[in-house]
């Protein structure tokens, strides 16, 4: 079956630098995106990664490797704002995106 | 990023009665409409995949006769609630791609059935 994993949960400080690890197995893969959602909103999109290795934006960066089905979201410098819920998605081979459960990040002062 | 119209942002209804929520690609031709609900603390759950001009494809557990969708033209999709009741009650969030591209998603609406 398709799987992704991800944790639930993780707290962190602000200033501080965080990782969010996400494990998947799929029938096939066409890229792994990470969305972020703040509690009564809808997701929105944070990046893409199809090639393995590190892709940087800003503040956040996300790394993919295909043949360890392993992928992480970096956030540096967190702010309180960054508190939401990390979705990690993976579309497989016929195009439509396999969802993790999120990972609740709480930011603490 | 692409823009993806939902409306509306919250509705109360009573039960019995019919809700219609509509998800609209700005800027961008939708091929692929996604239907999602999302209870308070739980993940996105999938309720259906819909093609521009033909029928939506429901997941396993969602009534389709309940749920209607319609993706009519490029650009719009709605979700008719039909007969709603109050465990209906939920965030039903829209997503729209164009090809195999990346999602985007609606600001999502907070149905309540009383």
């Known amino acids: 079956g398709q799987n992704i994993d991800q944790p639930t949960e993780m707290t962190a400080t602000e200033g501080a630098i965080v990782q969010i690890n996400c494990t998947y197995q799929t029938s096939g893969f066409n890229g792994l995106f990470w969305y972020q959602q703040h509690a009564g909103e809808a997701p929105t999109f944070l990046s893409y990664?199809?090639l393995d290795g590190l892709e940087e934006k800003g503040r956040f960066s996300s790394f993919l490797s295909r043949s360890k089905g392993y992928s992480y979201l970096l956030l540096k410098e967190l702010q309180m704002k960054d508190s939401a819920s990390y979705l990690c998605a993976v579309m497989d081979s016929n195009y439509q995106l396999i969802w993790g459960a999120g990972t609740k990040l709480i930011i603490k002062p | 990023g692409a823009v993806v119209s939902q409306h509306p942002s919250w509705v109360i209804c009573k039960s019995g009665t019919s809700v219609k929520i509509e998800c609209r690609s700005l800027?961008?031709?939708?091929?692929?409409m996604f239907w999602y609900r999302q209870f308070p603390k739980q993940s996105l759950m999938l309720m259906a995949t819909s093609n521009e001009g033909s029928k939506a494809t429901y997941e396993q557990g969602v009534e389709k006769d309940k749920f209607l969708i319609n993706h009519a033209s490029l650009t719009l999709s709605t979700l008719t609630v039909t007969s709603a009741h109050p465990e209906d009650s939920s965030f039903y969030i829209c997503?729209?791609?164009?090809?195999?591209?990346?999602?985007?998603f609606g600001q999502g609406t907070r149905l309540t059935v009383v």
């Open positions: 990664n199809v």
């Open positions: 800027d961008f031709q939708a091929t692929t």
């Open positions: 997503s729209a791609r164009e090809g195999e591209r990346e999602a985007f």
